[in-house]
């Protein structure tokens, strides 16, 4: 059978240069090269999310296992911290931060809407965990602002935010917006399989390093991956299709790529509201160059929508929690043959000229 | 530069089943598809380790991730645990039973040696945590006997192994030889890249579950598995590859591939003895089948023994820990193509014939 092509916002397309990655002969993760490729992978994570001032840890596992390998290593139970829950990645914040013992205030903001900066809390705050863009709902949150904000009101409190789906997709400045850590996965941006993630600490986040657990504790990985090691066997097949990626992307330069996405996402909205599809983002909010988020019209049954889709050989995304049944969403963040998009695009805009 | 072929116990060539699977478009982990692979992938396994008796859970990670996963799922802080260290991967179950906030009694025995049934210490205990291919030493620990005594002694302890290098390498036999869990990666037995792990429960490890953690958390796993999904994005690209490997490896014989692998890593024995080298396998204690592992000659330094190997093609490896710098080992676990392991078993022959 064959297999659908993703339109979906992760995991997406695998790029060229990852599979090209994942055809070679099993590397070794104490050899030399397995060495190369860990310092190689983590510089350009670094350099990319935080300039010069940042160390990425990387970490076999998803993204949900970085943001509680973060929440662990920089807070103590009992830490009070702040999430503004707006969609699904950020309740999972509030999630991790309940099941590592932290005291979380969890304020509900809508989903689609973007948090705005006043909601940060009064009282005393050892922490925010942030979402940049809520891939539940389409929405790239005011990151830049919230963290000054939250640097404003409480100077000591580590700012850590979740980039799975900006990073390498939109820009990430932990350094001037003072971010403190920022996590992120291999299957959005990176283009790559599911399986590797990283955290990304700044100056603030290496000093307030705490040992925590075993396998994801970022102490014991910190010390290994300077020395060119991992504190285990990583995943270095993905680790070496990243690094392929993300070499492979900054060729054609970052701000080039960021604005290929933005532009290949806004013409999914063009398209949709064309055919009389509300955006899920309020007017108000920025939108997620990771993904186009739309109501389905009143008596649109999801699983019909991504059934037509099915049948033009795509895979697309509906929607998860309160949304679930409620959206329809698509993704360009990963990668597309040449005239692949531009057939996405006009089968988006067949399926959904009939629905209303 | 032509990538070094592995005679490393851990990871190994690629199965072409592996290679083929990850040549393959990515999959959406939310697919059909991909609930199948979850779905056969966890029966294949829980049927190689435990019959019918047993239920697998699949990890994103390494094998350690899923050794903690079940020291944390099955015993509560302050649980009193029996550890034999006779090697670094034994010595690291004692590791995560600290961190993990467990009271281990970690007891003492000589590197390359047997375990010995006798040393199962009396008074009370919550379980043990046990090692069957210790592969830093070369050595099958007689995990049925040690298991028996447990069960004789301590009815109401549980029983944990580490069958990283035993499964699908040599039999595993968890309910006739009353193991309640058994933990598992995809870099070994499984031929696959290394960021797959999974944990496979017997009826008493089934019942005696209890949440702990968020990434690692077997209880939550366990529901969505069953339902075909998971809690979090899987390493779906190296279920892929595991599953298709299995299905090759079934469709050949476990039996028939348990006496190959026993056979191909026994000639490296008969080829290392007949050049005098002395195994780390105590005479008393069975050889794994995982590694043939051999004490230097006084004098030979590692590494250039290690480039020697190096210079013909083959990546070898040394000892760990105590061990580092007086031994080599080799494994025949892999993949070879057809000729292949001949030539590594001349090669071998003549390296080593050089070294006394």
């Known amino acids: 059978m064959k297999r659908l092509r993703l339109l979906t916002p992760g995991p997406v397309n695998l790029h060229p240069a990852a ?3 994942l055809a070679q002969p099993q590397l070794h993760h104490r050899s030399p090269e397995a060495g190369e490729l860990v310092r190689d992978l983590r510089e350009r994570i670094a350099r990319l999310a935080a300039g010069t001032g940042g160390e990425a840890v990387l970490l076999g596992g998803s993204g949900t296992a970085a943001m509680e390998a973060a929440v662990r290593a920089l807070f103590a139970p009992g830490a009070r911290v702040w999430v503004p829950v707006a969609g699904k990645f950020s309740e999972r914040w509030c999630e991790i931060a309940r099941a590592a013992g932290l005291e979380p205030v969890c304020s509900a903001h809508d989903w689609g809407g973007a948090v705005p900066p006043e909601a940060v809390p009064a009282g005393p705050l050892d922490g925010v965990l942030l979402t940049h863009s809520e891939t539940s709902t389409g929405v790239l949150q005011p990151l830049a602002e919230l963290a000054a904000r939250v640097r404003e009101r409480h100077p000591e409190a580590l700012v850590v935010a979740d980039v799975v789906t900006s990073f390498a997709l939109a820009p990430v400045r932990m350094d001037a917006w003072g971010l403190d850590a920022a996590v992120l996965g291999s299957q959005k941006g990176l283009m790559s399989p599911p399986g590797l993630a990283a955290v990304v600490l700044g100056a603030r986040g290496l000093e307030r390093l705490r040992p925590a657990g075993y396998y994801l504790d970022l102490v014991r990985e910190l010390r290994a991956q300077r020395a060119r090691q991992t504190a285990f066997t990583p995943p ?3 680790i070496e299709a990243a690094a392929a990626v993300m070499a492979a992307l900054e ?4 701000e080039a790529r960021f604005a290929w996405v933005r532009e290949a996402n806004e013409r999914f909205y063009a398209l949709g509201e064309a055919a009389g599809l509300a955006p899920v983002p309020a007017s108000g ?4 160059p990771a993904t186009a988020a739309f109501y389905l019209p009143r008596g649109v049954p999801y699983p ?6 099915a049948a033009r050989g795509w895979r697309v995304a509906g929607g998860q929690g309160p949304l679930k049944g409620r959206i329809l969403r698509v993704s360009a ?3 597309f043959e040449p005239g692949e998009l531009e057939r996405a695009w006009r089968d ?3 399926v959904t000229a009939g629905l209303r």
Chains 1, 2 share one sequence.
């Open 19 to 21: 599979l090209a990655a």
């Open 285 to 288: 909010a920025e939108r997620s």
């Open 236 to 238: 270095i097949n993905l």
């Open 251 to 254: 060729a054609g330069g970052w």
């Open 348 to 350: 988006f805009a067949e």
């Open 304 to 309: 019909e929508l991504s059934q037509a889709f």
């Open 333 to 335: 963040m990963g990668y």
